[in-house]
DNA sequence: GTCTATACGCCGATAGAC
DNA sequence: GTCTATCGGCGTATAGAC
């Protein structure tokens, strides 16, 4: 953890601003609607050239923005499975993580549900595969076996449930749904889980 | 209906191909990866000109195939509105409907559910907007109204709904569920519609 | 290590011969 | 009405001066 004492911004620094960028440009209008120059430019950097300092393509830039977006997810999700045991608890906190970072980085959501990534990122492990979602699997799992959800294939639970829950965010994210998302929270959650539950728990 | 007598292909069905084409070429890989090359001569059309004689740009090709896709959807839905009353019975029509596509004609649900038609067709009305989409909604309104189904937003209760319908039908044109879509049907209906129903007055 | 200039390729679109 | 040739532009990427 380095302190930077100058007023210019450090490599490191200058790299972020970079990423942040060209996540916003992406998730506003698409990878392909996005030059390097729009990213320069809303990364206050004066020249293109600059960005090359940074990352060797643009294919590199989104490329790092989800491994980024993807190592976070994966450390929250961990916290998560460390501080709760019951499957419903577990996958509870998954859902008030996800409507969270709905209002506070809906690009990141953006990014995550409603961009095509396999259309820029073609080499990249689908969502699906990628170790934070192959943990929420295993919470679900892990609650048949308690249990706690019915007896159904796991896949399919976890398909409707996240059906639920991610096209909730979706709408809010398009403005479909036009309050934030915190506001639709609590009966989105009780939809979803009361879907999978194995009796219904709640109420 | 006239009748195409030689063997050379009339100038509609040139038309045709060139859209059937490009869907196909727009699902799998995307419209910015999509060159009228590509179009060319996955329409069989030797040269890219000729593509000119039927559209004025690559962009009106989508627009077309936008509007086609959106016009049957609505032809299909006003159909299943005619045939049958109850909202239970007018929604399991739609679904049928959508599951039957998944498998018969991934490619038009692809271009419905995944593909960012925001991004290459900015000046489109969203999906939710369009005439088709706004019948489905008023369906689940009556259904409120004659207490089929329970008393809650109309628009959330649309997105619960289609959240797993086609979340499920996303996953099987992914590849994440490997069955035909019509092995969920079933199972994934009555998910759906026991979400959104007054009692649970299946099974 | 930051900018200028520019190369290079691809693609959408058009002109015009036949 | 179909093909050849080509334009024009954009966007990524690089070379090289300072």
Redesign the interface.
Known sequence: MEQELNTTQSKSEQQNEILVAALKLFAE??Y??TSLTDIAEAADIKTVSAIYQHFNSKHSIANKLYDNILDSLNVSIDDIRRRTQKSSEQLRGVVDLLFKLTDDAPAIMKFLL???LN?FLPEQK?L?QTSAFIKILKIIQAGIRAGEIRN?DP??AN??F???????LT?VL?G??SKPADT?RP??WL?AWN?IAKKSSVF
Do not use: K, S
């Open positions: 209008q698409g392909f609607n409603v961009m095509p259309e689908p699906q159904i896949m399919l398909t409707y996240f059906g639920i829950i991610n096209n909730t709408m398009t479909e749904l639709y009966q989105t939809a879907l």
